[in-house]
């Protein structure tokens, strides 16, 4: 594409300088299809909105996926929150059951003491009610007879009722012994009893317990999970929102390209319509002129009183005569400034601009593009200007010169 564009510039250029030699004014329209590159400029210019809208879409793609991104962290955060919180309950519950562990060791410690104080217990008494069985057959066999013998063994009546006392004391102490083994063995077997159920009820909470722990950890699991999940998720979009990223890059990087070569075209298009002076003669700028009233180059200054470069040459006019375009160019300012007064600039291309100054009124403006011959503005006194006249001035390369070597002056 860019070959192309040197070819149509060199072509112009071979054209441009066949016509310097003929000694005319030309158009590069001559040389240049210039309907052809409007065509092309107009064309790049659609296809260039159409990757606008493309890019417009994508980045609008991209701010979506970014959302939900941001949506997936925000949920990713809520349920790492949560499993925190489920964490710190399980712990709490972990400290419960170490806590009922230790409670159920103590009292199973308690049940095997409380078990030896029942086996010590249940001995003593056998041995107790072994020996009361002893005596009661005892008793039971000799039965009236001892207690006889025993009273009538008495020395005395004193000593019989002392044997008799003897004897219920004998008696009373044995009904408490069995009083006191049916009391103790109750007390144990209800005490094991009561350990036991302590135990039990100690173990169904620590069952309880870890079965409440057990549902914590699947339910964080199951979270933990979930959270993989939005990871996975999240990891996906991101490698989305990435090649959305890519795809951006690559349509900013094609829309510059267009935009540059639209550019180009565009250069090319404007210096195609612009006009080149190739040397001709200049159309006479002040055709009602009676007199050149000073020439270009160095005099006392007529306001100023000081020696300074008069830029162009005065031709003397009436006031309101017409002002003439010298050759066909853009008009690249038509303004006012204090020592100008009204003012054309007109720039023929090839670096060549000619200037007129102090009219009286002004027919174009910036930006237009005119004729040779063609009025542009009004002969006048604005500005600093002693009477009526037209300043005109040549410049050519950023440099002034003598316009009479571009005027052929009317006899």
Request: aromatic share 8%.
């Amino acid at each position: 594409m860019r070959s192309k564009k040197r070819f149509f510039a060199n072509c112009i250029m071979a054209i441009a300088c066949g016509f310097l030699c003929c000694g005319a004014v030309s158009h590069a329209e001559d040389d240049v299809d210039i309907d052809e590159l409007r065509e092309r400029i107009s064309e790049r210019e659609n296809e260039l909105g159409d990757m606008q809208s493309e890019k417009n879409e994508l980045v609008a793609g991209r701010t979506n996926i970014r959302q939900v991104i941001n949506g997936l962290q925000s949920s990713k955060q809520e349920m790492s929150e949560y499993v925190t919180a489920l964490d710190e309950q399980v712990m709490v519950i972990q400290g419960k059951i170490d806590d009922l562990n230790l409670q159920i060791e103590q009292k199973e410690a308690e049940i095997e003491e409380t078990m030896a104080e029942l086996m010590e217990s249940e001995r003593i008494q056998q041995e107790q009610y072994d020996a009361m069985k002893l005596r009661i057959r005892f008793m039971y066999e000799q039965g009236d007879a001892m207690y006889a013998e025993l009273l009538f063994s008495a020395s005395s009546f004193s000593d019989m009722l002392n044997k008799a006392e003897y004897i219920q004391s004998l008696s009373d102490y044995d009904r408490r012994k069995l009083d006191e083994y049916t009391l103790i063995v109750q007390e144990v077997q209800l005490t094991k009893e009561l350990l036991e159920s302590e135990e039990e009820i100690l173990e169904e909470t620590r069952q309880t317990a870890e079965a409440e722990q057990e549902d914590l950890n699947t339910l964080i699991a199951e979270k933990e999970a979930q959270i993989a999940e939005f990871q996975a998720q999240i990891s996906d979009q991101e490698q989305i929102a990435a090649a959305y990223d890519a795809e951006i890059a690559e349509q900013n990087r094609l829309i510059a390209e267009i935009e540059a070569q639209i550019a180009e075209d565009k250069e090319t298009l404007a210096n195609a319509e612009r006009p080149q002076y190739n040397g001709g003669a200049f159309v006479f700028p002040a055709p009602s002129y009676t007199r050149v009233s000073s020439e270009f180059g160095y005099r006392i200054h007529p306001i100023f009183h000081t020696r300074k470069l008069h830029s162009g040459i005065d031709l003397a006019a009436p006031g309101g005569s017409p002002i003439l375009a010298a050759a066909d160019g853009k008009v690249v300012a038509a303004s006012y400034s204090s020592s100008m007064g009204n003012y054309v600039m007109i720039d023929h291309g090839g670096g060549l601009i000619t200037i007129y100054m102090h009219a009286s009124a002004l027919y174009v403006s910036k930006g237009q593009n005119v004729s040779a011959g063609d009025k542009i503005a009004a002969v006048g006194s604005t500005g600093n200007s002693t009477g009526n006249h037209l300043h005109f001035t040549v410049r050519l390369n950023g440099e002034y010169q003598d316009p009479r070597g571009y005027l052929t002056f009317p006899r």
